[in-house]
């Protein structure tokens, strides 16, 4: 397995952290958002901006 494939998956489960943990922060820690919408955007948005996501 090459360094890059690590790199990668590495990547990807930080993304997956990141969604898992923003939706545990509205559902079950009850910050709802005042529009529904966004309660599917956030997740969404971590998948591809990873801790950052998590930082807004």
Same mark, same amino acid.
């Given at each position: 397995m090459s360094a890059l494939v690590v790199v990668s998956w590495i990547a990807v489960a930080v993304a997956a952290a990141s969604a898992v943990w923003i939706l545990v922060d509205i559902y079950a820690r009850g910050h709802r958002q005042r529009m529904g919408i966004m309660?599917? @955007?956030?997740?969404?948005?971590?998948?591809?901006?990873?801790? @950052?996501a998590v930082w807004g």
């Open positions: 309660e599917a @955007v956030w997740p969404i948005s971590a998948l591809y901006f990873g801790p @950052v």
